[in-house]
């Protein structure tokens, strides 16, 4: 992380996990683990079920709220969507956009996310846009050329001033929940290689302040060499976010 520049994101993502009684348990316990570490930004990005119960709970507190999705369309005929506008007419701040999960089991495209990021941005809202490749694509060596595709799709039609507002998380597919992680250097290698793309499309002082998380299996054994590198500013957290000790280590980590 470069501190001097950019504010790290640590950011939780609960995924279809905790009913509402649950996430007050939860939410509790994180308060004051929370509460001592002021130099990063932390967000629970909750179930639409546990939206108000997030909401209420961190009034007054240094925890802020995201959902998981939103819909590219203000209203109308969407049967099971949540529009960025009742996001943020909740108090919702942020939201993900593009989660590889999304993409895989739910027709989520490049241009569904430019879509919804752009509605996201409209909306007040922070988007958390995510990119990533697949295990094969690693292997077929174009994880550069897959990873590109989907940033400059996402980022169409986006200003500089509106790009400075976007947090990018990089997922590699391959170590989302199977326990695998890339390692610090290859994390490296990929955020570095987003923040060129940034710089190439806004030029320097633009990438330099944007906000770049890995999202892959980061947990409190390896938050530490990850976020020891240059261009990882934090991490769009699955696993480690549902156990508060365990989310309030890698809090930890991003303040030290």
Partial sequence: MNKALRKAVIAGNWKMNKTRTEA?????????IAAKFSS????ICVPFTSLETALELTKGTNIKVGAQNCHF????????EISAGMLAEMGVEYVIIGHS?????????????????????????????????????????ITEAIV???????????????????????????????G????????????????KIMADKYGNDTAEVMV?????????????????????????IGG?????SDFGVLLEVANA
């Fill in 73 to 80: 369309q203000k209203c109308g005929a969407y049967t099971g």
């Fill in 148 to 178: 590109m595709l989907q940033t400059i799709a996402a980022f169409t039609g986006i200003s500089a001033e509106e790009a400075k507002k976007i947090v990018i998380a990089y997922e590699p597919v391959w170590a989302i929940g199977t």
């Fill in 212 to 236: 770049i998380q890995y999202g892959g299996s980061m947990n409190p054994g390896n938050a530490a060499g990850l976020l020891a590198k240059e261009n990882i500013d934090g991490g769009l």
């Fill in 24 to 32: 007050k348990t939860l939410i509790e316990e994180l308060i004051p």
């Fill in 101 to 141: 999960e999304r993409r895989q089991y739910f027709a989520e495209t490049d241009l569904t996310v430019n879509r919804r990021t752009k509605a996201a941005l409209a909306a007040g809202l922070t988007p958390i846009v995510c990119v990533g490749e697949m295990l094969s694509e690693r292997e077929d060596g």
């Fill in 240 to 244: 480690a976010s549902l156990k508060a």
């Fill in 180 to 195: 695998k992680t890339a390692t610090d250097e290859q994390a490296e290698e990929v955020c570095a290689f987003i923040r």
């Fill in 40 to 43: 990063c930004e932390t967000v």
